[in-house]
T-cell receptor
Framework: GQQLNQSPQSMFIQEGEDVSMNCTSS?????WLWYKQDPGEGPVLLIA?????ELTSNGRLTAQFGITRKDSFLNISASIPSDVGIYFC???????????FGPGTSLSVIP | GAVVSQHPSWVICKSGTSVKIECRSL??????MFWYRQFPKQSLMLMAT?????????EQGVEKDKFLINHASLTLSTLTVTSAHPEDSSFYIC??????????FGQGTRLTVV
């Protein structure tokens, strides 16, 4: 079945540093999604990408939909302590379809 | 963004009993909802697709007689874990696609079977 790989698995960074994480897929997705999950909570949608090559920002977050439709990256600029959490990339083959999740990247921010 | 609400947030039940979890889309209608399960330090794994007015579609390896899904209205889907056992203890999360098709998730239900 479809499988997503995410890297890095975990990151420990200093407050104020920029962060970059990426996601690759064995097959094509037509929608890429990035979520953040805090402990004991459901994932919260950060950015949705709908077109190959699309670059979208949400505050300090920027994400891109890879041209091959098999990859995406998420950048966080000037990290702050509340950025701590698990970041998941996810893909949909079509709108309204089930969401397939990557394994997640655990982000820790050192004040 | 769209709001999806789950109830209860956490539940403890005895082994052998059944537990019902509700998932509601609060400000939009959803003909389809999705149920996921997440074990500690793991990602979300899709269990089943809930379809309003018809039978749910289960992912491979998920027992449909154990995890009963009912999608009785355009804003409510329920997941019932029947004859729960300790290995069913997990974090159960539902999602529904909003207007743009992207999925919004409930806050999750922590199930502990003792």
């Amino acid at each position: 079945g479809q499988q997503l790989n995410q890297s890095p698995q975990s990151m420990f960074i200093q407050e104020g540093e920029d962060v970059s994480m990426n996601c690759t897929s064995s097959s094509i997705f037509n929608t890429w999604l990035w979520y953040k999950q805090d402990p004991g909570e459901g994932p919260v949608l950060l950015i949705a990408l709908y077109k190959a090559g699309e670059l979208t920002s949400n505050g300090r977050l920027t994400a891109q939909f890879g041209i091959t439709r098999k990859d995406s990256f998420l950048n966080i600029s000037a990290s702050i302590p509340s950025d701590v959490g698990i970041y998941f990339c996810a893909g949909q083959r079509t709108s309204y379809d089930k969401v397939i999740f990557g394994p997640g990247t655990s982000l820790s921010v050192i004040p | 963004g769209a709001v999806v609400s789950q109830h209860p947030s956490w539940v403890i039940c005895k082994s052998g009993t059944s537990v019902k979890i509700e998932c509601r889309s609060l400000d939009f209608q959803a003909t389809t909802m999705f149920w996921y399960r997440q074990f500690p330090k793991q990602s979300l794994m899709l269990m089943a697709t809930s379809n309003e007015g018809s039978k749910a579609t289960y992912e491979q390896g998920v027992e449909k007689d154990k995890f009963l899904i009912n999608h009785a209205s355009l804003t409510l889907s329920t997941l019932t874990v029947t004859s729960a056992h300790p290995e069913d203890s997990s974090f159960y999360i539902c999602s529904a696609p909003a207007l743009g098709g992207e999925a919004f998730f409930g806050q999750g239900t922590r199930l502990t079977v003792v």
